[in-house]
T-cell receptor
Framework: DAKTTQPNSMESNEEEPVHLPCNHSTISGTDYIHWYRQLPSQGPEYVIHGLTSNVNNRMASLAIAEDRKSSTLILHRATLRDAAVYYCILRDDSGGSNYKLTFGKGTLLTVNP | GAVVSQHPSRVICKSGTSVKIECRSLDFQATTMFWYRQFPKQSLMLMATSNEGSKATYEQGVEKDKFLINHASLTLSTLTVTSAHPEDSSFYIC??????????FGPGTRLTVT
C-alpha cells in the first residue's frame, strides 16, 4: 500500500484556519487521497477525498499538489468539535482492492479555546 | 447520510468465552464490510474484508479461526471473537461500503475480556 506521512500532532486556536499536511511521494495513478477523522472513542468519520483537483465541501477543503506527492486538509475555522485524529489515506480506487482503507498514525489536532 | 450501527457498544466477557459483535448498514446495502481493531493510543488495524455471501479475506497475522466473520446479508456482518483472552480486549470497528466506493464507519464496540 502506498504510504503517507503526517505530523504526529498539531495545535490550533478556535476560529482560526488549520492546515494539516500530508506527504505521499509514492502515490500511484489510481490512488485517491482520502481524509478521515476520529473523535475519541468513536469510529472514523469521512471528511473529504480527491484525485487531482482541489476539493471543497461543507466540512473542509483539500488542496492537492500538482505532482500529487502531497496534499493539505484545510479547516477554515477550527472549532472545539474539530479536535480529533486526522488520517490521510491513499486508496486504490481501481476496484481490485475492494476499496479498503489502510490507516496510518494520523495527526492529533488540538484546538485551544 | 449513510448510517452504520454496531451492537453491542460495550461488552465484558470472561476469558475463554466467545462474543459476537454485529455490524449493520441501516439505510443502504453494503456489498463489502470491513472489520478493524484499535488498541489504546494506536491507529486502526484492518483485520478482514468480507463480501456478502463469500468467505472473508483476512489480513496477514489475523487468525481466521479466532475471529469468525459472517456476512450473510447485504446489511449485516458479524464478528465473533472465539475463546477470548485479555489480549483480545480492544475497540472493534466495522465499516461498510455501498455499491459505490464510499465507506461508512460504525461507532465501535469496546470489548473487555476479564
Amino acid at each position: 500500500d502506498a504510504k503517507t506521512t503526517q505530523p504526529n500532532s498539531m495545535e490550533s486556536n478556535e476560529e482560526e484556519p488549520v492546515h494539516l499536511p500530508c506527504n505521499h511521494s509514492t502515490i500511484s495513478g489510481t490512488d485517491y487521497i482520502h481524509w478521515y477523522r476520529q473523535l475519541p472513542s468513536q469510529g472514523p468519520e469521512y471528511v473529504i477525498h480527491g484525485l487531482t483537483s482541489n476539493v471543497n465541501n461543507r466540512m473542509a477543503s483539500l488542496a492537492i499538489a500538482e505532482d500529487r506527492k502531497s496534499s493539505t486538509l484545510i479547516l477554515h475555522r477550527a472549532t472545539l468539535r474539530d479536535a480529533a485524529v486526522y488520517y490521510c489515506i491513499l486508496r486504490d480506487d481501481s476496484g481490485g482492492s475492494n476499496y479498503k482503507l489502510t490507516f496510518g498514525k494520523g495527526t492529533l489536532l488540538t484546538v485551544n479555546p | 447520510g449513510a448510517v452504520v450501527s454496531q451492537h453491542p457498544s460495550r461488552v465484558i466477557c470472561k476469558s475463554g468465552t466467545s462474543v459476537k459483535i454485529e455490524c449493520r448498514s441501516l439505510d443502504f446495502q453494503a456489498t463489502t464490510m470491513f472489520w478493524y481493531r484499535q488498541f489504546p493510543k494506536q491507529s486502526l488495524m484492518l483485520m478482514a474484508t468480507s463480501n456478502e455471501g463469500s468467505k472473508a479475506t483476512y489480513e496477514q497475522g489475523v487468525e481466521k479461526d479466532k475471529f469468525l466473520i459472517n456476512h450473510a446479508s447485504l446489511t449485516l456482518s458479524t464478528l465473533t471473537v472465539t475463546s477470548a483472552h485479555p489480549e483480545d480486549s480492544s475497540f472493534y470497528i466495522c465499516s461498510a461500503r455501498d455499491f459505490g466506493a464510499e465507506q461508512y464507519f460504525g461507532p465501535g464496540t469496546r470489548l473487555t475480556v476479564t
